[in-house]
C-alpha cells in the first residue's frame, strides 16, 4: 500500500509543531505526517503519533460495557471503598462523641422535620457492637465489588443510596403511628414510632436483593446468598432489638431497583435506569408522606 507523502517544506523554513510554534519539530505523526515535538509525542507501534490522532482513535474506539452499563475500570471498587471508609470514621466519631449517635440515628418520629437522617441513619452502627459494624462491612466487601463492576460506580452508588433509603422507609411504613392524641397510658402502645434505628443493614439486604435478581438475569447461581439471606431475614424478626423493617424494606427496595435495570439492559434501555431510580425515589418518598400525613402534627 502506498503512504501518502508527508508535506514538503521550503528549504529555508524550519518544521515547527503545529501545537508549539516555537519548537522545532523533526519528527513526524506516523499517522498525520505533521511535526510533532516532544511533548506531544505519543509511543505507536510503529514511531509515534501525535495527541490529536491519539485522541481522535479514541473517540472512533466503542467503550466495552458490561449487559448493565458497568464500565471497565483498574479493578479497584472505589465506591464500595468509599462506603466502608465512611462507616468506619462514622463510627470512630460516635464513639469519641456520643452526640454523633443521637445526631444522626432515625426515629420515625423525627423523619418529617429532619428527613436527612434517613440516609446519614445508614452509615452509623451500634457504638457498644463493635459487630455490628464488622458483620454490615464484611457483607458490603463480599457483594459490594462485584455489583460495582457489574453496574459501574454511578449506578453502583446510586443503588445504594437508594436502597438505603428504602430501609428508612420499611420502618416508617411499618412502625405504629399514632392516629390521635393519647393519653400517658397509651404511649406505650407506639413506642416503635420514637424509637431511634442505624446500620447499613437496610442497604447491604437491598444489595443483596439487587443481587440476585442480576444474578438470575445471568444465569448464574445465587444458592448461598439464598442460604445468608434466610439466616439474616430470621434473625431480624426472631431477636429483639434487629429492625427487621429496614432489612424488609431495603430489600424490595433492591429486588425492584435490580428488576428496573435487568429488564431495561440493552443499549437503549441503560440510559432509563438512573431515571428509574428517580421514580423509586419518588415512590419511597410518597409512601413515607402518606405514613405521616395519618399522624398528627405533635407527634411527627
Known sequence: MTEPAPPTWPPDQVPVCPRHPDRESWVRCQRCARPVCPQCQRPAAVGVQCVDCVAGQARTIRSVRTI??????????LVT??????????????????AVTEDFSFAPVQGWHQPWRALTSAFLHSPSIILHLALNMLFLWQIGPYLEGLLGRVRYAALYLLTALGGSTGVVVAASAPTHLLTRAELGEYSTW??????????????????LVLNRHLGRSSAALYAVLAVNLAFGFLYPGIAWQAHLGGLVTGVSAATAVSRLSTPAGRRWHLPVFAVLLVLLVAAAVVKYLGVPDVYR
Open 194 to 211: 420514637g424509637t431511634s434505628v442505624l446500620g447499613a443493614s437496610g442497604a447491604v439486604f437491598g444489595l443483596f436483593g439487587a443481587l
Open 68 to 77: 448493565f452499563g458497568g464500565q471497565p475500570t483498574d479493578g479497584r471498587p
Open 81 to 98: 471503598y468509599a462506603i466502608i471508609a465512611t462507616c468506619v470514621a462514622a463510627y470512630l466519631a460516635q464513639v469519641a462523641m456520643p
